[in-house]
């Protein structure tokens, strides 16, 4: 049978197929293989031994949290108390488009901003780039995305994850201030990660997401990951819009077709700042 790993403990594997999971362990050949499963793995396994005999290939892989095949991720940004952060979020996407996974920003506090204009400049840039916007207070879109995708909810901490998820769902009651999601296991004391059905979806339970490092990727994988750069293609070959006098991305970014810090960003993303 085929399904997908929703949960590790330990050596057991919980596989979800049709709506009914099962506990299964690997073939011995695994750890001779060097073969580690993950949460996310579709898998095909066998329900009388109980035992998963082959990974299929991934979409994509993260090594902190250990999961794969995400969708989707939304990028929960609060606009005060935590401050908004474009570093933040540029680098949230930037994660995410470099393992194929679609970034959805989720703007929450939106009731603590006197004047939205600043924010609503910067968010129009994203929406203009082809991101999806979304405010926490619209569940029935947030809800629409999810349907049918296996989704992480990720961004600053202390801006709202919890209280999202909790009116998403409320069997879910996650303790609201917590730094990481619970999911009806109130303080979060383990690192078993999780991913729990909804809406025909898997939402996945982890805060590893928020410890946020770009450096094991190439500066080729970080330019590659600003989707508007690829609207000003460079006479120059492998050009990485540092240094180049003539370069057509450092020339839109004068000229204010490329928002400026976004491409600071990347200049501290890549280390050249």
């Known amino acids: ?106 703007i929450t506090k939106e009731d603590l901003v006197d004047d939205k204009s600043y924010f609503d400049e910067a968010l129009e840039y994203y929406k203009r780039l082809g991101y999806e916007v979304v405010s926490n207070t619209d569940i029935f879109q947030i809800k629409k995305l999810l349907k049918g995708k296996m989704s992480v909810f990720t961004g600053q901490t202390g801006a709202g994850k919890s209280t999202l998820l909790n009116k998403l769902n409320e069997e879910w009651q996650l303790e609201t201030g917590e730094i990481s999601m619970a999911l009806g296991r109130g303080r979060h004391t383990t690192r078993v990660v999780e991913a729990f059905s909804f809406l025909g979806g898997l939402v996945i339970d982890t805060p590893g997401f928020s410890a946020l490092e770009l450096s094991s990727y190439s500066k080729e994988q970080i330019r590659d990951s600003f989707r508007e750069f690829k609207d000003y293609p460079c006479e120059f070959k492998d050009c990485l819009h540092t240094k180049e006098k003539e370069c057509s991305v450092k020339r839109a970014v004068s000229e204010n077709k490329i928002r400026e810090s976004r491409y600071l960003n990347y200049l501290a993303f890549i280390g050249e700042v």
């Open 1 to 106: 049978m085929q399904g997908q790993i929703v949960k590790i403990v330990s050596d057991l594997h919980y596989v979800k197929s049709d709506d009914k999971v099962w506990p299964c362990k690997c073939r011995g050949i695994f750890r001779k293989e060097h073969i580690i499963p993950v949460v996310g793995d579709y898998v095909f396994f066998s329900c009388e031994k109980l035992v998963i005999e082959k990974i299929l290939p991934r979409k994509n892989l993260f090594q902190r949290p250990k999961v794969s095949n995400i969708d989707q991720a939304f990028i929960v940004t609060s606009l005060k108390e935590p401050d908004f952060s474009l570093n933040l979020l540029d680098k949230f996407i930037s994660l995410m488009e470099i393992n194929k996974v679609r970034p959805i920003i989720c």
